[in-house]
């Protein structure tokens, strides 16, 4: 029987994962961005999970919010990779280092 | 429950929505020489809803949209601000956005973009309307700094935003989803009266939830910690987007920490309360020392940001009525001398120069004196010195501070980082009227950004010897939401 606490801790490991590949990658961007994803898709775990354990609609309702914002966010953030590597021929997270002080 | 939801209250967002799409076709069927029509129908649409916002403003709250958008005093005060300050954005970065290629439609609608979403971000009355309005304002922003493809640093920064502002947006997220589990609803109203009775069985979910949420509002007011980005962004961006950044979004960011922390979460202030004091000291203390060893103006402005957002903090850390209208008119007043800051940078700028470095602004008393003596205005007021406005908003901050919250060892830490703050203001104001000129190419200044500047000036002269003005609608505002 699975319950509520098997979601729950699910959607947990996957945030972490996802955090974890933000900190601990340093070569592609486009890895960065899948973390990026794979947040939000543990978020959408967790109402989706909570939304039918409470018997309440609202949580599912956000979710379709949530994944039409993530498909806007992953379009803005592929654009923006592709500028930078018009500009830089490389999408390596190291060699982002102009900008400090 | 009716199906139509009452369009009345949001007629202002309207209002801009179809300005927006309006402007985007009008301007794909304009020739090039007449592209500055975008432009005049963009600060048209600002002075409209600013109209549409001053016609709609009531004493009462109205709701609509199923429970999920407010119509308030303080929505209606904070989306006027914010109408304001972007109109002096769009006048003072007219000229840089000539120079550099970036005056197309497409920046005017991207901009009308994240307005709308400050606006939905304002009015917010639930987790949804509150994600929506955030996720279109910083969508709009990382599509304004990558816009210029010349400028080699700026999609570097759009890229560190975009990671870092979607993570945040992840943990908001993540949060909300918590404390949706705890109180079994999104709407901000049924938090507040949920939140009591789940608080005993419920506590872990709850505190879990609002240490997330924290955490992500932190990261969009870049309160050290989490204010890596603030610096790398504010550098990287072209200074016209540089502006806009620096200023309106800022207002919607406190309207954020106001709805979740107080209009939502107000039950659990004893939780957030301690966690925001550390917040608070961090960035004023990293904000004022790291400042002072700037080179680049526009990183000195940046982490000036990060030490006024740990007095922002200090409003709402104190829990109470004045604390709150004390954040609300610091806010309100850092916006206002923001936009002069990051103005007198796009003032210097010219074809090919952009007046980035703090020396450029030595013997500017000389070239332009009355320019100098608006930047020295500025400067005295982020620094705090009277009878400029940013002295009163720091003054009843810290007050608030004292007899609200009765912190007065906190009070202490934070007047000890102003004066450690000023050295860096007072440094601009030696290199204007004490060094000489290194640049000595004439100013070009045009009217409308000299009238600006002018204005801009003044009022944080006339609002400083007057703060009754301003502070009235603030504590107005605040009274209303808060019984």
Redesign the interface.
């Known amino acids: 029987m699975l319950t509520l606490t098997h979601f729950?801790v699910l959607a947990g490991l996957l945030?972490s994962i996802?955090?974890a590949g933000?900190f601990i990658n340093r070569k592609n961007?486009i890895i960065?961005?899948m973390c990026?994803e794979l947040?939000?898709l543990?978020?959408n775990l967790?109402?989706i999970a909570?939304s039918h354990y409470?018997g309440?609609v609202?949580?599912q309702?956000?979710v379709f919010?949530?994944l039409t914002?993530a498909a806007?966010?992953a379009a803005?953030?592929l654009?923006?990779?592709v500028?930078?590597f018009?500009?830089?021929q490389s999408i390596n997270v190291d060699e982002?280092d102009?900008?400090?002080? | 429950m009716s199906v139509t939801p009452d369009l009345l209250p949001a007629t202002a967002e309207i209002f801009v929505l179809i300005m927006t799409c309006i402007i985007l076709v009008v301007d794909t069927f304009t020739p090039e020489k007449y592209r500055a029509s975008s432009y005049i129908l963009t600060q048209g649409t600002l002075l409209g809803a600013l109209l549409i916002t001053i016609g709609l403003y009531t004493e009462q709250s109205i709701v609509t949209f199923h429970n999920t958008f407010i119509l308030d005093p303080l929505a209606s005060m904070l989306k006027g601000i914010i109408y304001i300050v972007v109109f002096a954005v769009l006048i003072y970065s007219k000229h840089f956005l000539q120079q550099h290629k970036m005056f197309k439609g497409e920046y005017f609608v991207l901009m009308l973009a994240s307005v709308l979403g400050m606006m939905v971000m304002v009015s917010a009355y639930s987790f949804v309307t509150l994600y929506l309005g955030l996720e279109l304002l910083s969508l709009s922003l990382y599509a304004m700094i990558a816009m210029q493809d010349q400028a080699k640093s700026a999609p570097e920064a759009a890229m560190k935003y975009f990671v870092l502002g979607a993570m945040a947006s992840g943990l908001l997220l993540y949060g909300m989803s918590m404390i949706y589990g705890a109180t079994g609803t999104l709407h901000l109203a049924e938090i507040q009266t949920n939140i009591l009775d789940k608080f005993e069985t419920h506590s872990l979910l709850l505190s879990f939830g609002l240490v997330f949420i924290i955490v992500a509002v932190a990261f969009k007011l870049g309160a050290v910690p989490f204010h890596m980005w603030v610096p790398d962004v504010y550098h990287g961006a072209p200074t016209a987007v540089t502006i806009f950044i620096g200023s309106a979004p800022k207002i919607a960011a406190f309207a954020m920490l106001f709805r979740l922390l107080v209009d939502g979460l107000e039950s659990l202030h004893t939780s957030w309360q301690d966690i925001l004091i550390i917040l608070a000291i961090l960035s004023m203390a990293v904000g004022n020392i790291i400042a002072i060893a700037q080179t680049n103006i526009k990183r000195m402005l940046a982490y000036s940001t990060v030490a006024h957002v740990g007095f922002i903090l200090l409003g709402i850390l104190s829990v109470s009525q004045s604390g709150y209208s004390a954040s609300m008119f610091y806010t309100i007043t850092y916006t206002i001398m923001a936009v002069g800051g990051f103005g007198m940078v796009l003032l210097l700028s010219h074809k090919g120069f952009d007046a980035e470095r703090i020396s450029d602004f030595k013997g500017l008393s000389t070239r332009a004196p009355w320019f100098a003596v608006m930047m020295m205005i500025f400067m005295f007021s982020m620094a705090g010195v009277p009878p400029f406005l940013g002295f009163w908003a720091k003054l009843l901050v810290l007050k608030a501070v004292v007899v609200e919250a009765d912190m007065v060892w906190l009070a202490a830490i934070a007047v000890f980082f102003s004066i450690i703050g000023i050295f860096y203001y007072l440094r601009i104001i030696k290199f204007m009227f004490f060094d000489k000129a290194e640049d000595s190419e004439h100013l070009t200044i045009t009217q409308g950004m000299a009238v600006t500047m002018s204005i801009n000036g003044v009022v944080v002269l006339l609002l400083g010897l007057y703060p009754g003005i301003l502070l009235t609608y603030c504590v107005q505002a605040i009274t209303h939401v808060i019984q």
């Open positions: 729950l945030m996802g955090l933000i961007i960065l961005l990026v947040i939000l543990a978020v967790n109402f909570f409470l309440n609202e949580g309702i956000f919010f949530i914002v806007a966010e803005i953030g654009a923006i990779l500028v930078l018009r500009r830089r982002l102009s900008l400090k002080g």
